[in-house]
């Protein structure tokens, strides 16, 4: 699966649409502040359902806005495209569209994220291993 577009409004300070991405790595570079890390959970919201930050929904929706909502489009392993949309409300519900239908059960995409805050696993007290293998 590759990610071809993101478009993103009302995901805490973010208004963006990142059109026609190239196939390998792509660098999000800015200052500090800039909305990087914000992209990421946008792409994470569409692609999964949820934030990488946080489990509640509600905490992505920007101040003073009612929902946010977030699109990608991804290309899958067979080559066809398909368009996943989600709709947060300020008090978290979640709504999920696949190219245009509204989808009741769960869909996610395979998504994986590292954070600055995983590494305490690692490097951290043993407690925070044993509560990431359980």
Do not use: W, Y
């Not at 196939?23 to 200052?31: E, I, K, S, Y």
């Not at 489990?55 to 920007?62: I, K, L």
């Not at 009741?104 to 395979?110: C, H, K, N, T």
């Amino acid at each position: 699966m590759r990610l071809r577009s993101v478009r993103a409004t009302g995901v805490r300070n973010l208004e963006c649409t990142l059109g026609e991405l190239p196939d390998g790595v792509v660098a999000l570079v800015g200052a500090n502040g800039q909305g990087k890390t914000s992209v990421l959970e946008a792409i994470s919201l569409a692609l999964t359902g949820r934030s990488f930050r946080t489990h509640d929904r509600s905490a992505v929706v920007g101040r003073g806005v009612q929902e946010a909502v977030v699109s990608a489009e991804v290309v899958l392993d067979d080559g066809r495209s398909q368009r996943v949309g989600r709709r947060v409300s300020a008090d978290g519900s979640l709504e999920t569209r696949v190219d245009g239908q509204t989808e009741r059960r769960s869909v996610v995409l395979p998504v994986v994220s590292f954070d600055p805050a995983d590494l305490v696993v690692v490097s951290g007290p043993p407690h925070h291993r044993r509560d990431f293998l359980d």
